[in-house]
């Protein structure tokens, strides 16, 4: 591992929350148990490669900001090698234990496919070096099939076959990655899987060959000998104005049609569940309670902005609302925690990428922390049982066992009158989930 690009930062350590280091966690002890894990094992932190070392800051209106120094060279493999230096030397001192990538944030596209494998295969021997090394692994890869102009329309959804097989090819080289690096998951993102309008669009026909692709993609990742989750990560919009991963629910709709349960889970985004008008903790409800949880990226939008900001974490409340799905989960192990997050476009020195993962680390810590707190008083599990307790016994329980037809349900009605009104006690849960803010 270098020290050449951060030799001024040293390890990130824990020194709890009466410390005024800044280049240290507050509350992120990786080795403190909670719930019968260290916080290490709940939130299995990883960094995003794309965003931290790859990213310079640029937006829809400029190009970016901050100069990276692993991008000095005019040759775009140098830099590629270089860039993996700068990714362990920053992951090790941050003292996670995890990072995830694209194909092309690793190693840039060639002129053909066989070059564009070639480069790949090339930048994995260093990273697996790398790997072995300094004991970071590898939570999942994937391949960035919506940047090149090719993908406008798509890529497994794309009208034309002749591009459904590129994105063929570069989905193969990154499984072949991602298996070659240990990787624990690989993630579908369909950034352009779906439609602009639907004029010209054959969507169950799209939807069918998106299903084609993914069993295709699973049978040769089986095949090579991957044993971990294939992930679906959902997303409203943005770049396509409707996508066919639109939200949790729609992802999970889509799986069960397609008869992929079996192989396929969900990797779901902050950032874009809001942007799918639901709270993070919906998205992950939906996904756990329907047994398909499998990893997270942990991230924030802007209230105020309308697209995929990409913040980092620093909201207690959906930190600790999210750990809360994720404590009642059970874990997400062998998924975890991902920053797809990015540091601000005037956020210009390399300390800045420091300060935005410590201070995401600490939010879920801190998040881990209460999310324990609320799910052991209690209150907490008294008042949500008590809502239900209609149906626990007698004709409730009758009813859920699907015994109480539509008549008896009118007969029951004659029989108990109005019933009396059951407060939902809203305020009281809210003001008990502040109580365990620590």
């Known amino acids: 591992m ?19 280091n800044l280049m240290a966690f507050s509350y992120y002890d990786e ?16 960094v995003a490669y794309w965003h931290t070392f790859f990213n310079e800051n640029g937006d829809p209106f400029g190009p970016g900001t901050i100069e990276y120094p692993w991008h000095k060279s005019s040759d775009p493999m140098e830099n590629a090698k270089h860039r993996v230096d700068a990714a362990f030397e920053f992951i090790t001192k941050l003292g996670v234990p995890y990072y995830c990538f694209h194909d092309r944030d690793i190693a840039p596209e060639g002129s053909s496919v ?23 692994k590898l939570l999942w890869g994937t391949a960035n099939v919506f940047s090149h102009p090719r993908y406008m329309n798509g890529a497994s959804t794309n009208p034309d076959f002749d591009v459904v097989c590129q994105a063929g090819a570069q ?7 991602t298996v070659e690096l240990g990787g624990a998951n690989y993630v579908f993102w369909g950034g352009r899987e779906g439609y602009m309008h639907l004029f010209n669009t054959r969507m169950r026909r799209e939807l069918d060959h998106m299903g084609t692709f993914l069993r295709a993609a699973r049978d040769y990742g089986r095949k090579i000998g991957f044993e971990g989750n294939f992930l679906i990560e959902p997303k409203p919009m943005e770049p396509t104005k409707q996508q066919y991963d639109f939200d949790s629910a729609t992802v999970i709709g889509f799986l069960r049609e397609q008869d992929l349960l079996d192989d396929f889970k969900l990797n779901v985004e902050a950032n874009h569940a809001t942007l799918a008008s639901h709270s993070f903790a919906h998205d992950l409800t939906v996904a756990a309670e329907n047994g398909l949880l499998g990893s997270i990226d942990a991230n924030r939008g802007d209230n105020q902005n309308g697209w995929d900001t990409d913040y980092f974490p620093t909201d207690l409340y959906d930190a600790a609302e999210a750990m809360i799905v994720v404590l009642e989960n ?55 049982d008590d809502r239900y307790a209609s149906f626990d016994s007698g004709k409730g329980k009758e009813y859920e066992n699907g015994s109480v037809t539509l008549e008896n349900l009118r007969d029951l009605a004659e029989e108990k009158g109005e019933p009396a009104k059951r407060s939902g006690k809203q305020e009281l849960l809210e003001n008990l989930f502040n109580r365990h803010i620590r």
């Open 2 to 20: 270098s020290n050449t690009y951060f030799p001024k930062i040293d390890k990130i350590e824990y020194e709890g929350p009466d410390s005024d």
């Open 31 to 46: 080795n403190r148990k909670i719930a019968g894990k260290t916080m290490k094992e709940h939130l299995r932190f990883a």
């Open 114 to 136: 066989s070059e564009s494998e070639k480069n790949l295969h090339e930048i994995v021997k260093l990273l697996k070096a790398q790997q072995e090394e300094t004991g970071v």
């Open 171 to 177: 989905v193969k080289a990154a499984l072949d990655a």
């Open 330 to 384: 059970g874990g997400i192990a062998p998924g975890g925690l991902n920053f797809d997050a990015k540091i601000r476009r005037n956020s210009t020195d390399l300390e800045d990428l420091f300060h935005a993962h410590i201070g995401g680390i600490d939010t879920f810590a801190r998040g881990l922390i209460m999310a324990d707190s609320i799910i052991n008083d209690p209150l907490y599990k008294e008042l949500r």
